[in-house]
Structure formats: structure tokens, C-alpha cells
């Protein structure tokens, strides 16, 4: 079963606008840790956010933040203020942490932000 | 700050051929993980070490194998290389094996022809 899903192949967003991409997950691991990765063309791997499954407060970082929603197992990055920068592959992650400590990530989002 | 080294960055190699990749980690960084992306994909995890120890295994090839050495750097040693073992290779560190972020290297981008 997918652990990690993105519906949301590609997004297109306006220069200084907000634009919300989407990641639901699955576990049955009460403590889990959920991250957001950035991929540019370039090809590295760019931390972002990380939210842990006991943390009250949804996490945010600058521009980023990140609407935990446990009940409904979702965990969607809010990028504020788009720049033309941000245009990559956004790819939400989970660690569980019972059993294997790897990421298992979802299959991305390609965000592309127009001038 | 330092980061995750990876070398090389680029690497050709002729099917049955055997390639080494390197992986530096963070200072004080003493878990690594590797992870396979290939085109158009998202990455994979294949093996990771903690404090020298191998602690997991993913979906790495019998071909594979990787060991982590006493100054924390890890190698991923694959032969017999195969077309399909054309893909982006990633190293990711971090401190401690339950806690910490996984931070990523630049990764290694291997060709097989």
C-alpha cells in the first residue's frame, strides 16, 4: 500500500503568491516523523521542514509551513510568497519510527512558478 | 555549515562493470543512509549504517553491498553493473538513528552504457 501520496503531479503558481501542495500518508506507527524535500533541476535533495506525529504546533521555516492535520493523516507544505527560485520537484517524506528508520517518500509535486 | 560529500558526481561506467560511490557525512553525523532515485522517480531507499553497523536494508541488488567505515564515511560497492543501475545516487546523513533529520548529499549520478 502507497504510504506516501502526492496527487498533485504538477502546480503552477504566480511570483509572490502562496501555493499549497498536497501529501496524505498512512501508518499504523504512533510516532512518526513527516518531511518535505525540494529537488531542483539541478538534482540535489534540499531539506525543508520536518513535523513529528506528538508535535502540537505545525512546524514552519520562513516561507514554508506545514498544515498538520493528524485525524485526517495529512501533512500539506504552504510555500508563502513564491519565488521563481521555488520552481522544482517538491517531495513530501515519512520515517516511522518503530522498525525501519529510512524515508519512504511520495512520488512528488513539480511546482513551477510563473513571472 | 559542512554538508554531505559525495564523489564523484558523475560516473560512467560499461554494463558489467563495478563502481564505487563515496559518501562523507556531516561531522558528528554517525548514521548513513543511501538511497537510489532513478529517472523520473522518487528516491529509494537501499541500505543504511549507524555507528558502523549495518541497521537497515532496503531494495539494494545482491550486486550491491556498502559498509561504513571507522571515520563514519560510507561506500556503496556495486558490480556487475546493469543498464537499469543507470540512475542518481543518494547519500543522506544523521545524528543518531531515531531522532535526527536526514540531511542529503549532492549525490552521484551514475551512467551505465
Known amino acids: 500500500a502507497q504510504k506516501i501520496t502526492q496527487t498533485q503531479p504538477g502546480m503552477f503558481v504566480q511570483e509572490k503568491e502562496a501555493v499549497t501542495l498536497d501529501c496524505t500518508y498512512d501508518t499504523s506507527d504512533p510516532s512518526y516523523g513527516l518531511f518535505w524535500y525540494k529537488q531542483p533541476s539541478s538534482g540535489e535533495m534540499i531539506f525543508l521542514i520536518y513535523?513529528?506525529?506528538?508535535?502540537?504546533q505545525n512546524a514552519t521555516e520562513g516561507r514554508y509551513s506545514l498544515n498538520f492535520q493528524k485525524a485526517r493523516k495529512s501533512a500539506n507544505l504552504v510555500i508563502s510568497a513564491s519565488q521563481l527560485g521555488d520552481s522544482a520537484m517538491y517531495f513530501c517524506a515519512m520515517r516511522e519510527d518503530t522498525g525501519r528508520r529510512a524515508l519512504t517518500f511520495g512520488s512528488g509535486t513539480r511546482l513551477q512558478v510563473q513571472p | 555549515a559542512a554538508g554531505v560529500i559525495q564523489s564523484p558526481r558523475h560516473l560512467i561506467k560499461e554494463k558489467r562493470e563495478t563502481a564505487t560511490l563515496k559518501c562523507y557525512p556531516i561531522?558528528?553525523?554517525?548514521?548513513v543512509y543511501w538511497y537510489q532515485q532513478g529517472p523520473g522517480q522518487d528516491p529509494q531507499f537501499l541500505i543504511s549504517f549507524y555507528e558502523k553497523m549495518q541497521s537497515d536494508k532496503g531494495s539494494i541488488p545482491d550486486r550491491f553491498s556498502a559498509q561504513q567505515f571507522s571515520d563514519y564515511h560510507s561506500e556503496l560497492n556495486m558490480s556487475s553493473l546493469e543498464l537499469g543501475d543507470s540512475a542518481l545516487y543518494f547519500c543522506a546523513s544523521s545524528h543518531g538513528l531515531y531522532v535526527d533529520t536526514q540531511y542529503f548529499g549532492p549525490g552521484t549520478r551514475l551512467t551505465v552504457l
Open positions: 561531522p558528528r553525523h554517525d548514521t
Open positions: 513535523q513529528g506525529s506528538y508535535d502540537q
